[in-house]
C-alpha cells in the first residue's frame, strides 16, 4: 500500500497540466478528539491519494487541518468520503475565490503536535468551549458597533496588506504573542466590550476564542470560516465589503485580491505595493514587499548583499551556502533590517 508521494513536484505539474482539467483550492479545519492520529493520516492519504488530491494536511490529538487541492470532476466524491468520517460530516469547506491548478503539487499529511502552531498547552482550557460564530452580514453589523473591539489574530506581514477597516493588527510575529497583546489591552473590559476576531480561515480564532473565554470574557464572537468565507458571502449575498487589500494565504499564490485598495509599501523604495515576494538569494529567502521597479533594480534580491550572491555562478553559491544552516525566514519573520521602508 503506498502511503507516501512517489512523483516529484516537477512531474506533478506535468501531469495536472496534461490533464487539463479544473482543480478546486479548499480547505477545512476542525477541532475534535482524535484518539489514534496516526490511523487517521492514513487512511485519509489512502483514499484522498485515489482522488488524485494534492495539499498539505496536519493531524493531531486535537482535530485535523487541511489545505487541498482538489479535481474538480472529483468533488462529489471526495465530500462523500469527508461525510463518511463522522467528526468531518458536513465540516464546512473554504474554497478559494481564484481558480489555481497548481495550488499544491504534493499530498502531504502529517501527524502534529498541534493542527496550528499557537504555542498554548491544551489541557489549560478546552477549546471546543469556542465563541460565537458570525457570519458575514452580522459580522459588519457588529463592526459598525462603537463597543466592539475588531482584532486580526494574524501575523503583522499578512494583516499589513490587506485588513478589515478599523482593526487592531498586533505587531506580531506569533498568534501566542497577539493573544497577550490584545489581552492586557482589554483588561479593564472583559465584561462590557464586544471583542471580534478574524484570520484567513477561523482556526486561529476558534483557539482565541476559547481561550478569552477562559480568561474572563464575556463577549466573545468570531468571523465564520474567516476573510475566506466572508469574501464568498459578501459576494452571494451582495453585502458591502469591509476588507480591505489582500487576503494573505499560505500557498504559492501568496495571497488573493479581495478589494482594489492598495495599503501597503514598497519595502524598498516606499511606494504603494501589496506583492510578497521571496528574496531571490536562496541563502536568504526573506518574505518581503517589493515593486516591480525595485524587483527589476535590485534582481528580485531584498538587499545590495544578496543581490552580489545571486549573481554568483551556482556551483559558488552552493560552496558560500555549505556549512551555514540557512534559516528559513519565508513564512516565519518577515522582518529584516535591510528593509528601509518595512513599518
Ligand atoms: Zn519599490
Ligand atoms: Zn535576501
Redesign the pocket.
Known amino acids: 500500500m503506498q502511503l507516501y508521494n512517489t512523483l516529484s513536484a516537477r512531474e506533478r505539474e506535468k501531469l495536472i497540466e496534461e490533464a487539463g482539467k479544473d482543480r478546486l483550492t479548499i480547505s477545512f479545519y476542525k477541532y475534535a478528539h482524535i484518539g489514534n492520529p496516526q490511523i487517521l493520516r492514513n487512511h485519509l492519504f489512502i483514499n484522498w491519494h485515489e482522488m488524485d488530491v494534492l495539499g498539505r494536511i496536519y493531524v493531531a490529538y486535537e482535530g485535523v487541518n487541511a489545505q487541498l487541492s482538489v479535481p474538480a470532476d472529483n468533488f462529489s466524491a471526495f465530500k462523500e468520503h469527508l461525510d463518511s468520517i463522522s467528526f468531518l460530516e458536513n465540516v464546512r469547506l473554504n474554497i478559494a475565490v481564484e481558480q489555481d491548478n497548481k495550488s499544491f503539487l504534493k499530498l502531504k499529511v502529517k501527524i502534529r503536535g498541534k493542527i496550528v502552531a499557537d504555542g498554548l498547552s491544551d489541557d489549560t482550557f478546552d477549546v471546543t468551549n469556542k465563541g460565537v460564530h458570525v457570519g458575514a452580514e452580522k459580522f459588519n453589523e457588529l463592526i459598525e458597533d462603537p463597543d466592539t473591539v475588531l482584532v486580526d489574530m494574524r501575523n503583522h506581514y499578512e494583516s499589513e496588506i490587506g485588513h478589515f477597516k478599523n482593526a487592531v493588527t498586533p505587531d506580531v510575529d506569533t498568534f501566542r504573542d497577539s493573544l497577550d497583546i490584545i489581552e492586557n489591552d482589554l483588561k479593564e473590559h472583559k465584561e462590557d466590550k464586544k471583542l471580534v476576531m478574524y484570520c484567513t480561515g477561523g482556526i486561529r480564532c476558534e483557539k482565541a476564542s476559547a481561550y478569552y473565554k477562559h480568561k474572563g470574557f464575556k463577549n466573545v464572537f468570531q468571523l465564520e470560516g474567516g476573510i475566506i468565507e466572508y469574501t464568498r458571502q459578501v459576494k452571494a449575498q451582495n453585502l458591502e465589503n469591509k476588507f480591505l487589500g489582500k487576503n494573505f494565504v499560505f500557498d504559492h499564490r501568496r495571497s488573493e485580491r479581495i478589494s482594489e485598495d492598495v495599503i501597503s509599501n ?1 519595502h ?2 516606499g ?1 504603494p ?1 501589496d506583492t510578497h515576494v521571496n528574496c531571490a538569494n536562496e541563502a536568504c529567502h526573506l518574505l518581503f514587499i ?2 516591480e ?2 524587483a527589476k533594480a535590485m534582481n528580485e534580491c531584498c538587499s545590495l548583499e544578496c543581490k552580489e550572491v545571486h549573481a554568483l555562478p551556482y556551483e559558488e553559491q552552493k560552496r558560500l551556502r555549505k556549512g551555514k544552516h540557512a534559516s528559513n525566514k519565508i513564512f516565519k519573520k518577515g522582518r529584516s533590517e535591510v528593509l528601509k521602508y518595512k513599518r
Open positions: 514598497c524598498q523604495c511606494k505595493c517589493q515593486c521597479e525595485c
